[in-house]
């Protein structure tokens, strides 16, 4: 796992910028694209890059981590609207290309088997982007989830609910529950890169990085990974231990060797 701490959220957001675009120039690819605020700044990046720097999206694909369960599609949150609003219609990825679990399934256990299916049928995730809940959540999983879980409907904690309900009129607009890709789904990602910045991540980020590999703080799945990159910002990294070490081994980083 390399550990990542820039001094601000912007060089957060241009740092995972470049290593989605590593991807994209090197011709098709497969994203795993994460919704919420903390992506946003990356996306927005990526979308300067294609309209300033040709950095082409035509080949690639992606897949969402989860969803809404009961959420209309239309609705300006759920994440296949805000995915849509907040990157895919500001840069040449073919919207059709775009696959999220669909919330308004009629039959979710069908829904669930079909979205692991059409991940494994695309060939995988290459890059996948990962918000952390303030819980240790990634994905929808939360705390108490089985590490090698595959999608599946899962309830939200109070706290989630709480969390997220800036993203809508109050808390209790917020559904209870989600469709979310499981530990062991996002596991089979190639390559995992974590964004998280503000104090309010910082026990997050220490439980996932450096506390015990446990079901309670659901993002520790990731130490079991062959290919993490974290990066956080200063007030993200302020619980860790180690972050001295983190820094120095950044600045010690060979010049052959990319994230
Ligand atoms: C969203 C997702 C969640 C968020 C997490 C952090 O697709 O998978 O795990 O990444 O809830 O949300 P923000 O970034 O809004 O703090």
Not at 152 to 170: C, H, M, P
Request: glycine letters at 8%; charged letters at 20%; one cysteine or more.
């Amino acid at each position: 796992m390399e550990i990542v701490i820039q001094p601000t959220p912007a060089e957060v957001d241009s740092t995972v910028a470049d290593i989605v675009e590593g991807y994209v120039r090197a011709g098709a690819t497969t994203l795993g694209l994460a919704t919420g605020s903390s992506p946003i700044g990356t996306y927005r990046e990526l979308a300067a890059r294609h309209r300033d720097a040709e950095l082409d999206f035509s080949l690639a694909r992606a897949f969402l981590l989860d969803e809404y369960l009961g959420l209309p599609k239309r609705h300006p949150q759920s994440y296949y609207s805000v995915i849509r609003s907040e990157f895919v219609d500001h840069v040449n990825l073919d919207p059709a290309m775009v696959s999220s679990p669909n919330g308004e399934a009629q039959c979710p256990e069908k829904e669930i088997a079909r979205y692991d299916q059409s991940i494994a049928a695309a060939g995988g995730v290459d890059v996948q982007l990962l918000g952390i809940g303030t819980d240790g959540h990634i994905g929808f999983n939360e705390p108490g989830s089985s590490l090698t879980s595959r999608t599946r409907v899962k309830t939200l904690t109070e706290q989630t609910r709480i969390d997220n309900a800036r993203f809508f009129d109050g808390v209790d607009d917020v559904p209870h529950h989600v469709l979310t890709q499981g530990l062991g789904t996002i596991s089979d990602a190639r390559h995992l890169v974590m964004i998280a910045t503000g104090e309010g991540k910082a026990d997050a980020i220490a439980a996932a990085v450096e506390g015990p590999l446990s079901a309670f703080c659901p993002a520790s799945v990731m130490q079991l990974h062959r290919h993490v990159t974290v990066v956080i910002d200063e007030a993200a990294a302020s619980s860790l231990k180690l972050a001295d070490y983190y820094r120095y081994a950044l600045e010690h980083k060979p010049s052959w060797q990319s994230f």
